[in-house]
């Protein structure tokens, strides 16, 4: 499995509760990291996948590389 790490613009649990929803759905691996808006992921699913999935959360959402 890969690790990957990406900037969310997370402000309140709410954003956090939306990313946990979205990437529940998709059945991976993940830690949030709310204070520094980061998420981090642990998943065999191609990073494309993951992009549309965390943008589903009407979030910015960059990439930041693998962990």
Same mark, same amino acid.
């Given at each position: 499995?890969?690790? @990957? =790490? &990406? &900037?969310?613009?997370? /402000? +309140?649990?709410? +954003? *956090? #509760?939306?990313? /946990? $929803?979205?990437? #529940?759905?998709?059945?991976?691996? &993940? %830690? !949030? %990291?709310?204070? #520094?808006?980061?998420? &981090? !992921? =642990? *998943?065999?699913?191609?990073?494309?996948?993951?992009?549309? +999935?965390?943008? $589903? /959360?009407?979030?910015?959402?960059? @990439?930041?590389?693998?962990?």
């Amino acid at each position: 499995m890969t690790k @990957y =790490e &990406f &900037f969310v613009d997370m /402000t +309140c649990e709410g +954003c *956090s #509760n939306a990313v /946990t $929803r979205v990437l #529940n759905k998709l059945g991976v691996q &993940f %830690d !949030i %990291d709310l204070p #520094n808006k980061k998420v &981090f !992921i =642990e *998943s065999d699913q191609k990073l494309e996948v993951l992009m549309e +999935c965390l943008k $589903r /959360t009407g979030k910015e959402v960059q @990439y930041v590389g693998e962990k």
